[in-house]
């Protein structure tokens, strides 16, 4: 079956623009999770929501970045005000929850952003 | 908080010899998760092995194995008969077995750059 999509693939923005990625899960994946790569922090979780549920948002590192679930499938990360210490690969992964192959992360091939 | 630790940056191996990656991690949870994922310059994250801190049987994937040491915590990666495909970057990931936000998240070490010589 298809596999977690993202998009765009790479996107290339100015300071202060506003930008947004998107993420299409594995279908039938209730749990959905954002990760920041860059190469000095490693890869940094970001935001985790399951179902309905209020999101867990403990890994956002400021207000600037937000991101929602519509219909507890595609995600939207939003990043406000670009800085260029936002300049990462953004990776999303989707997982069943529970227990079997719930635990394991299935992850898209990215979203690498560029801040000039 | 659970860390984890990569100490190779980079390894070379060459075409159909034997390589092993290492890592540690450092938990006070029992019951975990610890997988090893590998990134291709098309940043593609794949999943190669996974194992469950419970079984005491190490994991095996084709090619791929792991020496898993719990008292140790250590959770290392052998790969056999390297093949060219197999370079890439390889991290080493925990995830905690209990329920509930950010408990679900993967932990990630730094990286190992893998290298396969022909």
């Known amino acids: 079956g298809a596999g977690v999509s993202q998009s765009p693939s790479n996107k290339v923005t100015e300071k202060g623009k506003d930008v947004e990625l998107r993420c299409d899960p594995i279908?039938?994946?209730?749990?959905l999770y954002w990760y920041r790569q860059s190469l000095g922090q490693g890869l940094e979780f970001l935001i985790y929501f399951q179902g309905n549920s209020a999101p867990d948002k403990s890994g956002l590192p400021s207000d600037r970045f937000s991101a929602e679930r519509t219909g507890g499938s595609v995600s939207t990360l939003t990043i406000q005000r670009t800085q260029q210490e936002d300049s990462a690969v953004y990776l999303c992964a989707s997982s069943l929850v529970g227990g079997g192959a719930g635990p394991t992360q299935y992850f898209g091939p990215g979203t690498r952003l560029t801040v000039l | 908080a659970q860390t984890v630790t990569q100490s190779q940056p980079e390894m070379s191996v060459q075409e159909a010899e034997t390589v092993t990656l290492s890592c540690t991690y450092d938990?006070?949870?029992?019951?975990?998760?610890l997988f090893w994922y590998k990134q291709p310059p098309s940043r593609q994250m794949i999943l190669v092995i996974r194992?469950?801190?419970?079984?005491?049987q190490n994991a095996t994937e084709n090619r791929f194995s792991v020496n898993f040491q719990k008292a140790a915590k250590s959770f290392s990666l052998k790969i056999s008969d390297s093949q060219l495909g197999d370079a890439a970057m390889y991290f080493c990931a925990y995830r905690s077995h209990n329920s509930g936000g950010s408990n679900y998240k993967l932990t990630f070490g730094k990286g190992t750059l893998l290298t396969v010589n022909p």
């Open positions: 194992q469950e801190a419970y079984k005491q």
């Open positions: 279908s039938g994946h209730t749990a």
């Open positions: 938990t006070s949870e029992s019951d975990y998760y």
